[in-house]
């Protein structure tokens, strides 16, 4: 009767089977810790530590590594498992042993966990049980049959135990020793092996005689398996154990602040240069404190890659002030002048100007904006290099007018500036001279990217705007090379002075001093000033941040390379290619039929397109009249107009400005003071006729200025001189 039934129990049994086996399959999760939260770690490029954030529940336990090294993997084995290289996950009779004794003593003493039931027990978190013990041996062996024993090392390694809030192998060799892990001596490898044994007893303030004996031990069972020898093991025994745990690294603390949370981040930071550059820029700063300058930031790129390699957020953390947290690096502050050589190279590339163009440098006043130099002064005419060398302002607002705040303003954010945040327009013809505000990371990284447009081999695309090596570059390049050094060192005549393309910038009020320098390998961008915003008379580009960019430049590896003019000479006007053109040494435009001295120079495209010479008449170099005025007194050996007519204009208004809207000032006493009208004459010994709304208001020569205090109200004030000549200004005055 029995028989005819074994065939229907069959695919009972087998369906039974199928689901134990399936149920075994798929018991263990994907992901054994996948709640658990890690330290935010941060490496330089070489793989070493920069610097580390707790855990979001208050552990240092950093993200897990695929392997261990050697020696610990050897100590904790030995200390833990010894057969651990053998067994499937479980070892029964290590089980059997620990059972018996539990029975003995009537407590738990003992627990046979192997390693990989351990890893399970990290894993889930539960109740040390009977049954749980089961269903952790259960799953170790299904832990065996997905991974390696070297990843269950690992794992074991990542979210062991160490005592007080360390959790992990390398957070225990980073907080006990100093060092990473496969950097430990065979006796700090045997001290970490034992702790997770009882991390709650054994502790650097506490239970340490206990912790010295199980380390000992353990060394001596090394020596008896032959993993370490006698005088090794002699060593070690004399190694004292740590005495508090130690701060983490901290050499980039603010660049650590910025990168992704709760993960391992591998930089492009160079861990030795970021440590000369970090020293160099605090001992700056310590210097700089004592003149009220308390905050101090740099930027290091490798230009030919565009990756960062040095990052000092805010200089000198260990001095107490506000601010000290602030990364300056990443603030927006306002700009000053370091965006004048975008405007530059972008004027030359659309063939605006060319490398030497006469720039006005006469005073204006555009709707109430009237910029001003940084030394007060005009000077009528300067060639645009020297313009942008000098970081003149006036130049700069004409040209920005020529080229465009809205296109300008696209240039700038095209070039990765994400601090432009409101409407062209509301920053105006100020935008070029700090009317913005800038990033010093953001900054930097503009500028390497123009050093990297004209750099062979380098990986960085090339600048926004161009499909080719940029010629307009090298020329600002060039310029920048000019900028008067504050060692007042001269490249030309040491050898040894390294060569540099740099910028200065000063913000309003001596808030902000920015430097920026390039070499073809590196950009190095600094910036000084308060984090809190309190301006400090004196703090300028050049004596406080330029200094600091040519001390960080000393640290990096010397070169006596510099940028290669890009392109080959052509002549054909409607190629891509930079072409060889005639140029007026005088005016710095092309040159015109009566321009009697020129050069050749390889320009780009566009600028073949430009205006000739306007400047050459008649066989005489003549300057409008306002800029002449400014010009001449320094340019002594500038002749002017030799000849009636060999000008078109033969006077103008040096101030005020067509359109200007004037408010009059007054005395003490309440008295209008009113304001001085300024005209240039091309003639040394004009006599000019004034007039105000049509009547007749004073006569002079040689030195054309005449005081007024016009009603309030809208005016036309009109100078005539004695060949009929007359020019006209309307303007408006103010309450």
Request: with cysteine.
């Amino acid at each position: 009767m029995a028989g005819p039934r074994h065939p229907r129990l069959r695919p009972g049994i087998s369906l039974g089977l199928a689901v134990i086996l399936l149920a075994y399959l798929f018991c263990l999760p994907r992901n054994l810790f996948k709640d658990t939260v890690y330290s935010t770690v941060v490496e330089s490029a070489e793989g070493e530590l920069l610097g580390a954030r707790i855990a979001e529940d208050g552990q240092w336990r950093f993200p897990p590594c695929d392997t261990v090294p050697e020696r610990f993997a050897t100590a904790l084995v030995q200390f833990e498992d010894r057969h651990f290289r053998w067994h499937p996950g479980v070892n029964p009779v290590a089980m059997g042993r620990a059972l018996v004794q539990n029975l003995r003593s009537g407590h738990v003493v003992s627990g046979g966990s192997t390693i990989t039931m351990q890893v399970i027990r990290l894993s889930r978190q539960k109740e040390r049980t009977v049954k749980q013990k089961l269903i952790e041996s259960i799953l170790a062996t299904r832990l065996e049959l997905r991974y390696s024993k070297r990843r269950i090392l690992a794992l074991y390694a990542s979210h062991a135990p160490f005592g007080g809030n360390v959790v992990g192998l390398e957070a225990a060799a980073w907080r006990y020793f100093g060092r990473p892990a496969s950097e430990l001596s065979w006796a700090e490898a045997a001290t970490l092996a034992v702790l997770p044994n009882a991390p709650a007893t054994l502790h650097l303030s506490r239970g340490r005689e206990e912790l010295l004996q199980k380390r000992n031990r353990l060394l001596k069972r090394l020596l008896e398996h032959g993993d370490i020898g006698a005088d090794t093991y002699a060593a070690a025994l004399e190694e004292p154990l740590p005495q508090a745990p130690l701060p983490l690294p901290a050499f980039a603390p603010h660049y650590v602040e910025n990168c992704p949370k709760g993960v391992r981040t591998r930089t492009s930071l160079r861990i030795g240069l970021q440590k000369a550059v970090t020293a160099a820029v605090d001992r700056q700063s310590d210097d700089l404190a004592r003149e009220g300058v308390s905050d101090l930031a740099a930027v290091v790129m490798d230009n030919r890659t565009g990756e960062v390699v040095a990052y000092v957020g805010n200089a000198s953390p260990y001095r107490e002030r506000p601010g000290v947290q602030v990364d300056i690096a990443s603030s927006p502050r306002s700009t000053g002048s370091i965006l004048k050589p975008f405007l530059y190279e972008a004027a030359l590339e659309e063939g605006l100007i060319l490398p030497r163009t006469l720039l006005p440098d006469i005073p204006v006043n555009l709707g109430g904006f009237a910029p001003q130099n940084f030394d007060r002064q005009f000077y009528g005419a300067v060639p645009a290099a020297e313009a942008l060398a000098r970081s003149l302002n006036v130049p700069a607002v004409f040209l920005l007018r020529q080229y465009g705040v809205p296109k300008f303003y696209s240039l700038l954010q095209a070039r990765g500036l994400t601090t432009l945040t409101r409407s062209p327009e509301t920053y105006g013809l100020s935008l070029i001279l700090g009317g913005a505000e800038g990033r010093l990371d953001e900054i930097t990284a503009a500028y390497s990217a123009m050093a990297a447009s004209v750099i062979t081999g380098s990986e960085q695309p090339v600048m926004a705007g161009t499909d080719r090596p940029s010629l307009a570059t090298w020329y600002t390049l060039d310029a920048l090379k000019e900028v008067n050094r504050p060692d007042e060192l001269d490249w030309r005549l040491i050898r040894s002075v390294r060569k540099a393309a740099w910028k200065t910038g000063t913000s309003y009020g001596f808030r902000d001093a920015w430097a920026v320098g390039m070499t073809p390998e590196y950009t190095i961008g600094v910036w000084a000033g308060n984090a809190e915003g309190q301006g400090v008379p004196g703090l300028t580009g050049a004596r406080t941040a330029g200094p600091v960019m040519f001390d960080i430049l000393g640290l990096l590896p010397a070169s006596n390379d510099w940028f290669e003019m890009p392109g080959q000479a052509g002549h054909d006007e409607n190629s891509d290619r930079p072409s060889l053109a005639k140029v007026c040494v005088a005016s710095g435009y092309l040159a015109g039929p009566e321009c009697p001295q020129t050069e050749e120079l390889l320009l780009p495209s566009a600028c073949l397109e430009s205006d000739p010479c306007p400047y050459h008449r008649n066989g005489e170099f003549v300057l409008p009249p306002a800029m002449e005025w400014f010009y001449k007194p320094h340019h002594p050996e500038y002749v002017g107009a030799g000849k009636k007519g060999a000008s078109a204009q033969v006077m103008e208004f040096i101030y005020p400005s067509s359109g200007t809207v004037l408010y009059l000032p007054r005395q003490l006493s309440g008295e209008v003071e009113g304001v001085v009208f300024r005209v240039a004459h091309h003639s040394t010994d004009a006599t000019l006729w004034w007039h105000l709304d049509q009547s007749f208001v004073g006569e002079t020569r040689f030195i054309h200025e005449l005081r007024l205090a016009p009603p309030i109200g809208k005016h036309t004030l009109t100078v005539v001189d004695g060949d009929g000549n007359s020019v006209t200004l309307p303007f408006t005055v103010a309450e």
